[in-house]
């Protein structure tokens, strides 16, 4: 599994010249980064003097992160297996009918996964930017930075992930479906440009 | 090393209540990511057909994304190392007039370690957000939109690394340096928060 590799040698495949790991695969680190830190601000937050009060809305807010975390880090092995799954299609045979068929279909198949990996992304990050805003909110002050630097990796996993969203919906035939996914994507994006800069100037001012 | 840790093993440290890694960590892991893609945009254009003609510069900005990189994820741990200095500074004992001098000179030499290293995190970035435009603009269109996920990782990267400087600056009596320090990084944030967007609509654009 890919997210059991050292951080550097993710980073190597990454850089090297292999079409996976490719965007995708940021776009869920970064979203489980997002989703670690939030975690991290309610994990500190919790049982600390003073912050009594927030504790049951503190642990209310990690569980739901650390399932989002959990979720995230899976997808940057479903984004590698998605993309390599659609290059396999393309790579099909085509030289009668039957086969041109046969590999029309699978590459429609593969576009669909390779469609619906980062929109299950794109929606676990919106979650994260909605978390985030709770444990900005109400998280120790000492690590108020950290909330800040997780919605803004949520927000920004996921544009990444919507990039990936824009390019297999053009080659989709299924167009109800593409044109569902895009506004989908769409509405997910304005909702969490506003919101993680909401959450980022409250966190710029609780630092004072 | 923490870079030579599994990625899953990373963020459940990130995740957790430990002080570090933290927000300032996560911000070289994105900084790195941001390098590495753009390294990849390069990597997969250089020996493709029909850009032969990119290729010198291909190669150029491979190599600078590759240094950047390097540095970038051996911030990582440096990120660990300056607020681990911070807080060993700020338990040290206070009970003699000698004690709490040495003290203060503690602190405030780890407080510029644990600003200089998000500064050095965020020149870093805002060299990979000018690669990045380069990789938009020349690359093979297959991978674009890997440099549309590398300029948004970069740039958030360095929001980040801010937020890590904001935190501390407050606290330094080097006024001059907190001040330099402060407007350096205001240019870096307004110059890359719009070269960063420019580089993303190109990526969108090109993607169709």
Known sequence: MITQRPVETFLDELASGAPTPGGGSAAAIMGAMGAALISMVCNVTIGKKGHEAVEPEMKSVRDESEKLRVRLTAMVAEDVAAFDGLMAAYRLPKATEEEKSRRAMAIQ????????????????????????????????????????????????????????????????????????????????????????????????????
Not at 174 to 186: G, I, K, N, V
């Open 109 to 208: 198949t593969s576009l669909l996964a390779a469609t619906e990996t980062p929109m299950a992304c794109a929606r676990a990050c919106a979650q994260v930017v909605a978390l985030s805003k709770r444990a900005a909110e109400k998280g120790y002050a000492g690590v108020i930075s950290d909330a800040g630097v997780g919605v803004l990796s949520a927000n920004t996993a996921l544009r990444s992930a919507g990039l990936n969203v824009y390019i297999n919906v053009p080659s989709l035939r299924d167009r109800a479906y593409a044109e569902a996914a895009t506004a989908e994507l769409e509405q997910l994006l304005d909702t969490c440009a506003r919101e993680s800069e909401l959450v980022f100037e409250m966190v710029r001012s609780r630092l004072g």
